[in-house]
């Protein structure tokens, strides 16, 4: 009994554990009791210097505040976009902290080149913008070999990337590291070349994707660009690659020690040259079907056709492949077998390419249209002109691109000629360099037309355009011929009319370029002094030549009246380019009056350097011995020269006192020395003294300065002899003239007054005086009659013969009487001035009683102190008479 009441009671006790519990719908269930409250409620913990940030502290950190090495890391991220956030942190970084490259550049690069081949397109253009603007720039400096070679395989790994847009990426990325790096190309030229053809061959998206396909192409041109395209650049080059591979290849030994041999880019070209004709013709249908030539194809078609003429370019004259006779030279290396590439190649361009000459259009098309046509006919012409140095080309083809390079010298092209003349100018630059060797080689009639569209091209350029400068170039190969090139045929008279238009548009050249394009102007004088050299083997030349000195009139400097001078573009010019001007003037076989005279007042300029001055001089002189130039023009130019030269400042005491290189007085000096060193050389002095004299005293007549009338005495001087060779009339005048001279002279000689600058003044004086010294002592006559002069001089009352302007008063005869006396003191202290002076005694008495009489003269109002002075005068005069000799001077 006791077992069932124990029983009951637990049954009682578990049903309270399950008991049911009425729900009312709608109400919310309370928590259970056993549950556990998960609210905390605390205050801020603060941990100093715990935080994340301060662990980058000091670090370069983008504007995320991520550094460097996290950077790196998150271009690594599955997703593009955490991708291309990197590489634009690594820019921005990079942008602030500049030094972070340099110091980090190889591990930056290790990560960089993971991205190159990115299945994303955006991260990939992301990672080539950082590389065009940051990185290769900031890497400039450096030693860009290893951090290039870097790069090079994944380069290569994206090229062969089953998507195409990866493939043209990657030519893209090649592209930016030639043109930072351009050795790269002929290091790793075979693999470039052969997936360049590998993609052009996939034809599939030549249509679809012209933008991608543009940038390889233009990829291509720039490595091809690199090519040499003669012996010279072949050697060179080839040797610069030798020098430069160990460097570039420091990190990877296993890699070949040689550079690409120029007899693999030959193989590798040969096979590029069809993939890259029949990828032009692929564009050739769609471009006859549209209305117009859109952009992109324009510059696919504009890419390929530049990457076949460079690559015709190196095989004709980088391989000298060209033809015999013409421009014949020899291999700069043992290279495969050429005449494969006859064989090859040569048909291909032929058929495939030159046959499609010309591109034109089957509708009417705009003018833009009709200029990108215009554009791809000339690279096609420059093409057929390169390889016609390989072989001759038919006959028929060859006048086809004669049509055409005559029409576009000439601007018959439709096209062209309502684009305007810029755009012609501009695209004819490609064209000009064959003249020369064309018209050498065609016949007759089309010599006779290509030289007449070549003149007019000539001709209608602006003259600071590029077409002139490279048709000055063009016309120095055909005037003066160069590397084997024949010269024309001057015995024909249209040859020679072609001929005497080029020759007579310089002098008009060089005028209407003025100062204001120096580089042009000194292109010009080059090609003149080219032809002036010439001239001497070429009497047709040599005749032009000397006809068109009467243009040059403007370009030195034209006097339309007295002391009125315009000066031309020579002055301003630069000293190399005056110095070809100035050689020109040699080659003159007769140099008239004019030009001299022209040259002569350039010398008169200020703003002409010394020693442009002193060249002139010298060449001038060297084509006066040379038969150039007659003696009485000759010597008109010395005479034109020293007596107009202005000297400054006309005080001749003046500059002794202030700053000396305020005056050209000393130019002026090694002027007038070096013209008399020149007239010691010109011949018989006697005759050249004749023709002096008559033009000295002619000039003197118009009273110049002291310093030009004293250069001129000296003329005369270094071809006087002893006696004097002047005539009497000469002397008579130049005694009445030269009182004068020496009295302006003396006059302007201060006081003395114990200072070191009276013995200064006293040396600058005898300068002045040493020329009429040296005519006294060749004349006794001379003396006399300059004494006599000055005797009359001091009671005359009006102006001395010298200065006309001067109006003279009671001082004036006092200052005068002053310098008459230091004058003769002056040749009293030369010795052989002195014996002749005591044969003229009765004529320095005259002058002692002149000065007495005017002393007592009462028509003169003189003050006391003014008579004390003459008095004074008197008794210096009369203290250096009593100690003359009596004896008669010995002549």
Known sequence: MVRNKASSKKQQKRGVDFKKIKRKIGRKLPPPKNATNTEIKSKAIILPEQSVASEKAGLAVSKKGLTLKELLQQTSHHNPKVRKDALIGIRDLFLKYPTELKLHKYAVMEKLRERIGDNDRVVRETLYQLLKSVVFPGCKEDNQGPFISMMMAYIFNAMTHLAVDVRLMAFKFFDLVVQHYPPSFSLYAEKILQNYEDILQKNQFYLQDKGKLKNALAGLVRCLTLLPCNTREVVSSFEENLAGQSVLHAFEPDLPKDPAGFDLIIKKLRDLMPVLINCFHEFIPLVHATMHLDAQSFDCMLYILQSIDLAVRFFVYGTGKSQPGLCSSIHPYEGPDMTMWDQDVSPVVLKKLLVVFPLNPRHDVSEKDGDRYFILNVVITEIFLHFSEWSYPPPDLLAIFLEFIENALSGKTSSVAESGKAFREKHLLSLLPFIPKLVSRVSRNWRLRILQAFTKAFKDSNPESSVKLACLSIIEEMLVPRHGIPSLDASDPEILGHHTTWIRELPLLLIMLGDKHPSYSKVVLHLQLRLGQCALLNSAVAQEYDNIQYSLLEFYCTCLEERSMFYGPFIKLARDSQELSVCCLYYFSHLDSPLLKSIAFCCLCDDLEPFMLFRIIEV??????????????????????????????????????????????GIFKSVTSVVSSCLLQMGEDSLVFQILEEVILDQM??????????????????????????????????????????????????????????????????????????????????????????????????????????????????????????????????????????????????????????????????????????????????CITSTLPSVPPII
């Open 701 to 878: 007549s118009l009273r110049p300065p002291i310093d030009n009338i004293c250069a001129m005495l000296r003329m005369l001087l270094i071809l006087d002899s002893r006696p004097t060779r002047l005539s009497d009339q000469s002397v008579i005048y130049l005694s009445s003239f030269l009182s004068g001279y020496l009295i302006d002279v003396a006059s302007g000689i201060p006081e003395d007054d114990g200072k070191s600058t009276s013995s200064i003044h006293v040396n600058t004086c005898h300068y002045y005086f040493l020329p009429c010294f040296l005519l006294f002592t060749r004349s006794e006559k001379f003396l006399k009659l300059t004494l006599d002069v000055m005797g009359s001089l001091i009671t005359k009352n009006g102006s001395s013969p010298f200065s006309p302007n001067c109006i003279l008063n009671a001082t004036d005869h006092t200052n005068r009487i002053r310098a008459i006396v230091e004058i003769l003191i002056l040749m009293h202290k030369d010795v052989k001035i002195q014996r002749i002076l005591s044969s003229c005694k009765s004529e320095i008495d005259h002058i002692l009683q002149n000065m007495l009489s005017l002393q007592a003269s009462k028509g003169m109002n003189m003050s006391i102190e003014e008579r004390h002075n003459i008095q004074c005068a008197f008794d210096r005069l009369k």
């Open 620 to 665: 001038l002189h060297s084509a006066y011995k040379a038969g150039h130039i007659q003696i009485a023009d000759h010597i008109s130019f010395f005479i034109t020269l020293l007596s107009r030269f202005r000297v400054f400042p006309e005080e001749i005491y003046t500059v002794m006192e202030g700053d000396r290189m305020m005056s050209n007085r």
